[in-house]
């Protein structure tokens, strides 16, 4: 490159070649693009993960709607118990019967939903249950004697029973590993709304006449149901309950869908059909799944143990007990006027309500077991002082005061983690070839220590008191802590086909260490004989 003279008599720079002109030329004008590119492209990717996460929560949140109607249940028969026992001249037990025949009965729902949802799918479960609830809410309002309101709480419970099994392995089979614990404690969620409301709903209509009351408070519980009908409009069938149909493309849509990563979606299908045998169907034996569940192989039997055990241990510890007859326990306390009764009962259920949402946050990140962990060692505390606050004070404002702290940090401990954790973790052990059925079982395990404990309170109350009860109730909860110790294991951040492989890996594990165990016995004797 050199100077030369232009036609001006100045001095410039000669002439630089063409090709590196445009050389520079073309790099200065090409990054800005790349730039945009770029940008463009995350944009693209800021927007897929924003769309999945609002589709994949508004299939917990439809999905989770069956649950509503449990909750309002449990907390509007805490008050209208009350009214029907005036209005329709019932004895007390009579009152335990229909308070915890509900619990009884959805067992036969829980059951029967297992096998549906693996026939029909678990979005028409979902209706299903909507549509029996809504006949056994209508004849509940309408009955005009004892024996025509167990009809409607019969076809009610069987309702709940289809809606509670089949909620949390719904949201468990869309949701992503990351988030699927806190996905799947919103049915937990909306029970507890549900109490909220039927609290709420005791409070609005307890000014109304006897005969009206109740049945206005029993009617508003049928809304919920309406709203689910609309849901089957938005909500996709499992992915999982898909390829077991063997529809593999219609799954492929639904993952397509529910995860923020297209890249993981073929690696998700594989998973998936591995696990339910399309993949390699020769891990299966031909058996029915009832046999594989009544004569389980070992991992499967620790599933199943940890599955039921966590469950029967979330209702003994006395939790429904402690909502269904609030208002009796604050009257062994001292509060005798019906509408302050009703009023200390809210504070249970938004106390319930408010600390379910503490467990959203922390599932996910804190995990599922120290959260079980807090929450059974605070439940275990709370009952015991309960009792002895009953046992030693007597009654009075001192007493009352107490009574309402140590109910509602009771429900509170039990929101934060046995409460949501149980149905997150039975939702999501379970292989699933047997996974409904299973957590079926789990549910039935559930709902019959539920009726048992909601069916017996009043007598246990009366034969060793109240504060006896709690204490009772306390001991329970503190086995649960054992339980949890040794037998619940973290699933956080796994996906549901790896946490089958995690129960199957340990029991190869112990197989393994019982096999050198063996071994070195036979070595030892050896060279004991030797000597």
Known sequence: MGFQENGNGEMGLSAIPLGAKNKYKRMNSELPEENDDVLMQQQRQEERRSSTRKYVLACAIFASLNNVLLGYDVGVMSGAVIFIKEDLNISEVQVEFLVGILSIISLFGSLGGGRTSDIIGRKWTMALAAVVFQMGGITMTLAPSYAILMIGRFLAGIGIGFGV????????????NLNRGSLTTFPEIFINVGIMLGYVSNYAFSGLSVHTSWRVMLAV???????????????????????MQNRIEEARSVLLKTNEDEKEVEERLAEIQQAAGFSNSDKYEEKPVWRELLFPPPPLRRMLITGLGIQCFQQISGIDATV????????????????????????VGLTKTIFILVAIILIDKLGRKPLLMISTIGMTVCLFCMGATLALFGKGSFVIALAILFVCGNVAFFSVGLGPVCWVLTSEIFPLRVRAQASALGAVANRVCSGLVAMSFLSVSEAISVAGTFFLFSAISALAVAFAITLVPETKGKSLEQIEMMFQNEYEIQGKEMELGDVEQLVQNKTDLTN
Do not use: C, H
Not at 165 to 176: D, Q
Not at 324 to 347: C, H, M, R, W
């Open 221 to 243: 519980g049928i809304l919920p149901s309406v709203f689910i009908g609309f849901a089957l409009f938005v909500i996709p069938e499992s992915p999982r309950w898909l390829v």
């Open 324 to 347: 269904y007859y609030s208002p009796e326990i604050f009257q062994a306390a001292g509060i005798e006027d019906n509408s302050k009764l009703l009023a200390a009962t809210v504070a």
């Open 165 to 176: 099994m089949i909620s949390p392995i719904y949201i468990a089979e869309i949701s992503p």
